[in-house]
């Protein structure tokens, strides 16, 4: 029930947001008409659009937003025309005279049938609220971005047509209240001489105006440096209050990324008063993995008597690289403990079993590991985090979690509770205090003022100028270039093809260029699709990185993507500050996928 009313209420707050403010116009152009033949026609066309754009998003992946990006061409030209409609009342008459015709033959056959008049207005309504759907769906926040995220991994179930239908709901309700409030002030203006033809035509220009400003990429661009991004922060606000008892835990990766919600554990069953650790439940099952490294597989069965740490993971995700010294380490210093570590990827390149074992090999990591591929296993633990830690007694009950990185003295006393009550003696009880460096290292959290952000268009965010009416472009080959980002934005150079999960150059010297305020600057990149090695150079603000140089390139700038994988490009000597990061490709091929910062 709370995640219903939680998309119900982000629904609603969607019309607040900077990129509806074009399409408002086209809402009160119905205002005041008659609810059977003027509003509830629109309500349902918006609404039927919207959820079915919403829904093949959450079942069918990146195709649909090809489908989006051509529906919104097709909404921008019938709004246009609507737009010019309203000032040329000739025009308004020859493009009504279809459903006219309409009507009048369906009144020919059927008595009884609607007139015309009302026919043309129910039509011209229904056109309306599909138009306004296309343009209204692109506009959804976080909220709606978790809810497909989990419909994506899961698929298409019972719940996630009810919480889209509810997202829908929200949104069509804002919109019946603004269509409330629109035809209170029509109806006042009506009692005055001539307003109802001046009315028309300011219509008119504010629903060409809209169809402009979307047309130019306003709606994402200069309006949402006048409005912000408060629609988003309320939302995210909202989330992060339905959760905040259940959590407070530093910071991980979510199965949506930019998203802060997630269901955590509140149950508390009896408790164990030799430790105080509370019983959360009964461990899962291990089944479902597609292999397993290091280590023949695991069952539940056969990890009863030893304490477990089951430790959810992906290789390229930085939350993750940099608690792996202390796994290690923990691993070294307890041989009482079992460590499995749940390989679950994010992108499709952590799924190959080649990557993976090379990841191993360069972290170092012997402990066994399940390759969860199919998220089977993260499916069991109901698990929404990369990393999760799940603390196992020798009863195989869980009796901790840690989402996230960091609290790692917390997570050292629980495993030593659970060595003393599995009956270990002379367990340790001072902390590790592992030597971390690159990526591994601990982030400077008092000076990160950056946020992890995505270039495929899936998840893509913030991103600033060129291409297709100022947005990337799916799948298709394109010409970018980009100004100077503001802060946390992001922008391309030279031709690129952006596709679902990340931004492949097609051409030498194609560039990224990222505004950031952190200590550590990381881009997950994969070499050309036929394997070859994809030579770099980065610079900060314009210049050579020098002694601010990353794990993975000289102090010129200089490197080379050879694996798909995480590299450090940028760790700032010195105070930290807001600077302009561009890499610059020598040869063609590069994939780039996610930017991070420590």
Avoid at 575 to 585: A, D, L, M, P, S
């Amino acid at each position: 029930m709370t995640l219903l009313i939680l998309a119900f209420v982000g629904g609603a707050l969607t019309i607040l947001s900077p990129c509806i403010l074009p399409v408002l116009p086209f809402v009160f152009s119905r205002a005041g008409r008659p609810f059977a033949t003027g509003t509830l026609p629109m309500l349902a066309g918006m609404a039927l659009t919207f959820a079915a754009v919403a829904s093949l998003a959450s079942v069918a992946g990146g195709w649909v937003v090809h489908l989006n990006e051509y529906g919104r061409i097709a909404a921008l030209v019938v709004l246009g025309v609507f737009g010019l409609s309203l000032l040329l009342p000739k025009l308004a008459d020859a493009l009504s005279a279809p459903l006219v015709a309409l009507g009048n033959r369906l009144a020919e056959r059927h008595a009884a049938a609607t007139p015309s008049s009302t026919a043309r207005a129910v039509g011209g309504s229904l056109v309306l609220g599909v138009a306004t759907g296309m343009l209204w769906a692109p506009c959804a926040g976080p909220i709606l971005g978790l809810v497909l995220t989990g419909a994506a991994l899961r698929g298409a179930s019972v719940q996630s047509t009810l919480l889209l239908a509810a997202y829908a709901a929200g949104a069509v309700t804002s919109l019946a209240v603004a269509l409330g409030i629109g035809g209170r002030a029509f109806a006042a203006m009506r009692n005055s001489l001539g307003a109802a033809q001046g009315l028309r035509r300011g219509l008119g220009v504010g629903v060409l105006a809209g169809v402009i400003a979307i047309g130019f990429g306003a709606d994402t661009g200069l309006l949402a440096r006048l409005g912000g991004d408060n629609t988003s922060r309320l939302e995210q606000a909202l989330i992060d209050g339905l959760h905040a008892g259940a959590r407070s835990e530093a910071p991980g990766r979510l199965l949506a990324a930019n998203d802060s919600g997630s269901t955590v554990r509140d149950g508390i069953g009896n408790m164990n008063y030799r430790s105080g650790l509370p019983v959360e439940g009964r461990m899962p099952a291990l089944d479902g993995a597609t292999e397993w490294l290091n280590s023949p597989a695991l069952t539940r069965e056969q990890l009863r008597g030893k304490p477990t740490l089951v430790y959810f993971w992906t290789y390229s995700c930085i939350n993750c690289i940099r608690t792996l010294p202390y796994l290690r380490a923990w691993a070294a210093k307890y041989p009482g403990l079992q460590i499995v570590a749940v390989h679950t990827p994010e992108f499709a390149f952590e799924k190959k079993s080649a990557n993976i074992r090379r990841a191993l090999a360069d972290f170092r990591i012997q402990f066994p590991v399940a390759v969860d591929s199919d998220y089977n296993i993260w499916r069991a633990f109901d698990n929404n985090y990369w990393p999760a830690a799940y603390f196992v007694d020798a009863a195989g009950q869980i009796r901790h979690h840690q989402f996230g990185e960091g609290d790692y003295a917390r997570s050292e006393q629980v495993i030593q509770a659970l060595l003393k009550e599995a009956g270990n003696r002379d367990v340790p009880t001072d902390m590790v205090a592992p030597e971390a460096s690159g990526a591994q290292a601990a982030p400077d959290l008092r000076n990160i003022g950056s946020g992890e952000t995505y270039l495929g268009y899936q998840q893509a965010s913030n991103f600033e100028a060129g291409g297709f009416g100022g947005r990337l472009l799916p799948d298709a080959p394109r010409d970018y270039k980009a100004d100077t980002p503001r802060l946390n934005h992001w922008g391309l150079n030279g031709n690129w093809t952006v596709s679902a999960d990340k931004a492949t150059v097609n051409r030498a010297d194609g560039s990224v260029v990222f505004r950031f305020r952190a200590r550590d600057l990381h881009l997950v990149l994969g070499p050309a699709a036929d394997g070859k090695a994809v030579r770099f150079l980065v610079t900060v603000d314009g210049k050579a990185p020098g002694t601010s140089h990353g794990a993975d390139t000289d102090a010129a700038g200089n490197g080379a993507v050879t694996a798909t994988r995480l590299y450090q490009l940028v760790r700032q000597a010195g105070n930290v500050g807001e600077h302009t990061f561009e890499i610059r490709f020598l040869d063609p091929g590069a994939q780039a996928y996610v930017f991070t910062f420590g």
